[in-house]
């Protein structure tokens, strides 16, 4: 099982980023996927979540109307959509499958907000 996430950047105040995270090694459609976030001296935290077949989503109250998870289960990718974005949103973004009582996850992707 493999996550790999990309996207990350420096953008500025109010500017938008789209994150990227491809899996492989598992039937990418059986499975919930989610973005977890963790920022300096933070505990890691859950983001936004998307069932598998892409019915459903959650999210933190912190990003709920800026920010929107969705996939592409043809491409084995899930994505995280960041509007509107503020310096409280600079973190490693990583993103997660829990798979058979076990948790994976990707390397992370830094994504910095900074004018």
């Known amino acids: 099982v493999q996550l790999v996430e990309s996207g990350g950047g420096l953008v500025q105040p109010g500017g938008s980023l789209r994150l990227s995270c491809v899996v492989f090694?598992?039937?990418?459609?059986?499975?919930?996927m989610r973005w977890y976030r963790q920022a300096p001296g933070k505990e890691r935290e859950l983001v936004a979540l998307?069932?598998?077949?892409?019915?459903?989503?959650e999210y933190a109250d912190s990003v709920k109307g800026r920010f929107t998870i969705s996939r592409d289960n043809a491409k084995n990718t899930v994505y995280l959509q960041m509007n509107s974005l503020k310096p409280e949103d600079t973190a490693v973004y990583y993103c997660?499958?829990?798979?058979?009582?076990?948790?994976?996850w990707g390397q992370g992707t830094q994504v910095t907000v900074s004018s």
């Open positions: 998307i069932t598998s077949a892409g019915g459903s989503t």
């Open positions: 997660n499958v829990k798979r058979w009582g076990r948790d994976y």
């Open positions: 090694g598992f039937t990418f459609s059986n499975y919930a």
